[in-house]
C-alpha cells in the first residue's frame, strides 16, 4: 500500500504503510524520540525529564557518549570528545600496530586500536543513524556538551527525518540544532556585571551571542519529578515516611564546584544552624551526593548523627530523594546544585539555601533570580521551620515541552498521541 505523507511541509512517499509516518492531515506523526547523554546523572535526567513532559518515555532510546578513562585521561576531558577518543587510541597502539603503520605510510587506526574501545561508539552512533533514517521521523533529545558532535552529525546525516533538541547551550554553530534549551544564567556574561567579570578577549569562548528565536530560555535545570511523580512516590514511600513528625525539614548537601567553592566552614556553619532550628522541625533527613567531600559528610554526621529527630542517608539503601521531594515540608540546599534546588522550587514548598553568599559567575545570577521570584531564601539559623511561606514553582520543564510541540508543528510535525 502506497502512502503519502508531509514532513516539513514537503511531500515524502513510502511504500511501507507501517512505517513511523502516518498522515494526519498536513502534518506528520513522531512516534520515537532518541536520548544522546554523556552519562552524567544531571545531564540525562534533564533529557528524561523533557521527554516525559511529551509524552514518549515509551518510545524512547537512550545512547551514551563515553570518553576513555584512567590514566591522562582525567586531564584531557577540556578536549572535544572525538579528539580525545582518538588521542586514547594513538596512545594504546602496541608495538606492531605502530610496525604496521610505519610500513604501509598509513594515518587510519589499525583494528587491533579500534577494538580497545572506539569501535563500540562508532557501532553505537552507526546504529543510531541507521535507525534514525529508517524509521521515519524522530525527535533527538541531547544534553552536555560531548553529546553536541554526535547530535548535530545525527542531524546533518538524516536533516529531514531528525528534529533536534539541544539543552544546555552548544555555545557556537547554532544552525545545527533546531531548538536549544537553555538557564537564563548562561547568558549573564552579556549583563554589565558580567562583563566586568571576564576579560573582553575571552568572552567569546564562554558567553554566547544573544538569544536566537530558537533559544528557549529557562530558570533552572530540567527534571523528571512533575505531580504524577510525586503522587507516586508518595504513595510508595508513605510507610517510611508518613509516620514522621511534622514539620520535615529535608536537607540534600552537594560538593563543591569551580562557581561554588566550600569546605569545612560551610559544614560547620550548616550544622551549628541546624541546630539553632531543630526545636522548631518536627524530623530533619539529610542526604549527600556523590560530590560531597568525606570531611564535610563526616562534619555533618559527627555533629548530628546522634540526634534523635535527624536521619541521615548511609548510601546504601534506595536513595530516598525522590520521597524526599514527595514528603518535605520544606528543604535546606547547599548552593551549588542547580538541579537540586530546580526539583525542590517545583514543588513550591519553602526552599532555603546555604553557601549561595560563595557562588560566582552565572551560579551567582541563578540565586539572585530564584530569590527575587521568592522561590528561595538564605538560611540563617534563625526560621522557623514550621512557618510556610508561597512562590510560583518553577515549571521549567513543561514550558519547556510546550515550546518543543510548538516548534514541532511549525515543521508539520505532531506527537503521538
Known sequence: ???????????????????????????????????????????????????????LSHQQTIYHVTRPTGGINKWLRWLPVSVHRRLNDITNLTYSDLKAQMAFGSMVLPISAAKKGYSSSLEADARMTFETIRDGPVLVVASGRDTISVASSLKRLA?????????????SRMNRFDLVITPRHDYYGLTAQGQKEIAWFLRWLI????????????????????????????????????????????????????????????????????????????????????????KVSDIVMQELGDNLKVQIWNGKDSNPHLGNLAWADAFLITADSISML????????????????????KFSEFHRSLKERGAVRTFTGREDISN??????????????????????????????
Not at 517545583?346 to 526552599?351: A, D, I, Y
Open 342 to 361: 530546580s526539583e525542590a522550587c517545583s514543588t513550591g514548598k519553602p526552599v532555603y539555601v546555604i553557601g549561595s553568599e560563595l557562588c560566582k559567575w
Open 159 to 171: 536533516p529531514e527525518s531528525v528534529f533536534l533538541v539541544q539543552i544546555q547551550h552548544p555555545r
Open 207 to 294: 558567553t554566547p551571542s544573544k538569544p536566537e528565536r530558537h533559544v528557549v530560555l529557562t530558570i533552572g535545570a530540567l527534571h523528571r519529578f512533575d505531580s504524577t511523580t510525586l503522587a507516586v512516590a508518595s504513595s510508595a514511600w508513605h510507610d517510611e515516611l508518613a509516620s514522621l513528625s511534622k514539620p520535615l525539614l529535608v536537607v540534600n548537601i552537594g560538593g563543591p564546584t569551580g562557581n561554588c567553592e566550600y569546605g569545612t566552614e560551610l559544614a560547620n556553619e550548616l550544622v551549628s544552624s541546624l541546630k539553632k532550628v531543630i526545636w522548631s522541625c518536627g524530623s530533619i533527613r539529610i542526604s549527600f551526593s556523590r560530590r560531597t567531600p568525606k
Open 388 to 417: 510556610v511561606w508561597r512562590y510560583p514553582p518553577l515549571n521549567d520543564t513543561a514550558e519547556a515541552a510546550n515550546r518543543v510541540v510548538e516548534a514541532l508543528a511549525e515543521r508539520g510535525l505532531v506527537l503521538h498521541p
Open 1 to 55: 500500500m502506497r502512502a503519502i505523507n508531509f514532513f516539513g511541509r514537503r511531500p515524502i512517499i513510502f511504500l511501507d504503510s507501517n512505517r513511523s509516518f502516518s498522515a494526519v492531515g498536513f502534518c506528520t506523526v513522531v512516534k520515537r524520540t532518541i536520548i544522546i547523554s554523556n552519562g552524567a546523572a544531571g545531564a540525562e535526567n534533564q533529557c528524561l525529564g523533557l521527554v516525559r513532559a511529551l509524552g
